[in-house]
T-cell receptor, first 113, second 115 residues
Framework: SQKIEQNSEALNIQEGKTATLTCNYTNYSPAYLQWYRQDPGRGPVFLLLIRENEKEKRKERLKVTFDTTLKQSLFHITASQPADSATYLCALDRGSTLGRLYFGRGTQLTVWP | NAGVMQNPRHLVRRRGQEARLRCSPMKGHSHVYWYRQLPEEGLKFMVYLQKENIIDESGMPKERFSAEFPKEGPSILRIQQVVRGDSAAYFC?????????????FGSGTRLTVV
């Protein structure tokens, strides 16, 4: 079965720095890779989606890369702010049709002033 | 335009009772997914439904759990004869019709506590 690992359970960085989160997967390569943000007591919020034939995707201060050779995605938050503190989830989608997502356990990011 | 609505937000059941969790997808969305999040664990897929059809239930426990998405009304996740191990946060997500993947919209979840 698909296995997804996110680099660490917790990441603490100073405000203004770039946060880099890692998502590694095994077995088959997904057609899509998604990143979500989850705050305590809330549901995940969709941030970015990248397709297997895309290398990089950007949205404001967010950047996602996708390396199917390394089986890895990197998620960057530039100019981080305390409001970015949350748990970030990586999720894989196997195919081009909709269906189940395989989630990593998440990385808890804390941005301190 | 309301997002995905789940109710109740919190549900307490005694062992052996039934739990019913409701999910109304976003307006215009016809695909519904249920996920479970156990403490200190990641989100686990349970079931994928379209109106009146179960598309993929490979993540559902074989016994006591069932799901439906009727032609009218919300999607329902039903857990019969709950046990302590069913205590978790249950999230519903929805997506628009079609096969293109634009990401999923999640509700705020129902936190089930079995006492």
């Amino acid at each position: 079965s698909q296995k997804i690992e996110q680099n660490s359970e917790a990441l603490n960085i100073q405000e203004g720095k770039t946060a880099t989160l890692t998502c590694n997967y095994t077995n088959y390569s997904p057609a899509y890779l998604q990143w979500y943000r989850q705050d305590p007591g809330r549901g995940p919020v969709f941030l970015l989606l990248i397709r297997e034939n895309e290398k990089e995707k950007r949205k404001e201060r967010l950047k996602v890369t996708f390396d199917t050779t390394l089986k890895q995605s990197l998620f960057h938050i530039t100019a981080s702010q305390p409001a970015d503190s949350a748990t970030y989830l990586c999720a894989l989608d196997r195919g081009s049709t909709l269906g189940r997502l395989y989630f990593g356990r998440g990385t808890q990011l804390t941005v301190w002033p | 335009n309301a997002g995905v609505m789940q109710n109740p937000r919190h549900l307490v059941r005694r062992r052996g009772q039934e739990a019913r969790l409701r999910c109304s997808p976003m307006k215009g969305h016809s695909h519904v997914y249920w996920y479970r999040q156990l403490p200190e664990e990641g989100l686990k897929f349970m079931v994928y439904l379209q109106k009146e059809n179960i598309i993929d239930e490979s993540g559902m426990p074989k016994e006591r759990f069932s799901a439906e998405f009727p032609k009218e009304g919300p999607s329902i996740l039903r857990i019969q004869q709950v046990v302590r191990g069913d205590s978790a946060a249950y999230f519903c997500a929805s997506s628009p019709p079609g096969t293109e993947n634009y990401g999923y919209t999640f509700g705020s979840g129902t936190r089930l506590t079995v006492v």
